[in-house]
Structure formats: structure tokens, C-alpha cells
């Protein structure tokens, strides 16, 4: 129902910033989306870098916080990642996802195609 666009990935030296963007259309139809950033390396499981629930209250991975900093605007369906102090294990596929905040299942239901970051030492 709902379609997710990532941009902004690319190629940095280490200490380097990125800002990743994510915009959510289709069906929403005056729902609530709670939306956040996801991470996946070769070889690994996905992980959770970045959430913000419907009060606008943030979570980060404890490898991120203090580098990373994710906000939603200037529309609720609009998601950003800025992405300070890039190391070489910050190296991922970055995906945003997105669910209904009041819906009673909380795993993340809508997935965009990744964009790839890529950081050399």
C-alpha cells in the first residue's frame, strides 16, 4: 500500500557525512506512518539504526548515536538520516521502512530498494 524512495547514498572517506532522504506515497489515506532506518552489510542480518515513533521520540543503535541524527519533515511521510563521522563499519545497504503508528502490529511493514553507502578508510 504504502511505496518508499531512498536517496542519497554514496561513496565517502572515513570522517566523511551523508544525508540520506526518504519519501513515503501510495497508501496512506490519512493514516499515521512511523518511520525509521535500517541497515543491512553482505554476510549479515539487518539491523535498526534509527526509529521515530509517533511522538516524534527518537531510538539509535548505540554504534551510531552522537554521528547519526534522524528527523521527519516537513511532512510526517518525509525521512532524513544525516550522517556525520563515517567509519568503514558504517559500510551498508541503508533502508528506509515504514509502518501504520496505530496499527496493532508493530514490525515494520513497507521497505524502499536500499541505497548503498560506502566508506574507505
Known amino acids: 500500500q504504502v511505496h518508499l524512495a531512498e536517496s542519497g547514498g554514496g561513496s565517502v572517506e572515513s570522517g566523511g557525512s551523508l544525508r540520506l532522504s526518504c519519501v513515503a506515497s501510495?497508501?496512506?489515506?490519512?493514516?499515521?506512518?512511523?518511520m525509521g532506518w535500517f541497515r543491512q552489510s553482505p554476510g549479515k542480518e539487518r539491523e535498526g539504526v534509527a526509529t521515530v515513533d509517533a511522538d516524534g521520540v527518537t531510538t539509535y543503535a548505540e554504534s551510531v548515536k552522537g554521528r547519526f541524527s534522524i528527523s521527519q519533515g516537513p511532512a510526517k511521510y518525509m525521512l532524513s538520516l544525516q550522517m556525520n563521522n563515517l567509519s568503514p563499519e558504517d559500510t551498508a545497504i541503508y533502508y528506509c521502512a515504514a509502518r501504520f503508528c496505530y496499527y496493532f502490529k508493530k514490525e515494520y511493514a513497507y521497505w524502499g530498494q536500499g541505497t548503498q553507502v560506502t566508506v574507505s578508510s
Open positions: 501510495g497508501g496512506i489515506y490519512g493514516g499515521t506512518l512511523c
